[in-house]
């Protein structure tokens, strides 16, 4: 029984660290996606391959987090993704690696906002019976 117990406060704690490791890396993707959201530079599959290895390689991520737990965060080789100017299409898949739903979101959430925010720019019309 103790052997139960403790095998599910490992994994709970095992779970913790992997989401705590997930938000870390996540503000880290979402700060850099919006250095370039700013600047108005479209997300390409070069930029997007760029944004994954500038925030693995962030020295704050590396030293919070062990090797094992950075090691989840590595795009599998076998998920080759085209690295071309290209604007960045999943499509309908959800199935992303980290670092690339991350920046995806990120700008996504700016798309959201930009639109929102020219939306609530144009006065409003008032609808009359008789018409314009």
Do not use: C
């Amino acid at each position: 029984m103790n052997d139960l117990t403790t095998d599910q406060a490992e994994h709970a704690l095992a779970a913790l660290r992997y989401q705590t490791a997930a938000r870390d890396l996540e503000h880290i993707v979402r700060n850099i996606a919006a250095r370039y959201i700013v600047q108005q530079v479209p997300l390409s599959w070069r930029l997007l391959h760029a944004i994954e290895a500038e925030a693995l390689a962030d020295l704050g991520f590396a030293s919070r987090h062990d090797a094992i737990m950075l090691g989840l965060f590595q795009r599998p080789s076998e998920l080759p993704y085209p690295e071309s100017d290209e604007t960045v299409d999943f499509g309908t898949s959800t199935a992303l690696p980290a670092v690339f739903a991350f920046a995806v979101s990120a700008y996504e959430e700016a798309a959201r906002r930009t639109a929102q925010s020219s939306s609530e720019d144009t006065p409003l019309k008032r609808a009359r019976a008789w018409g314009d």
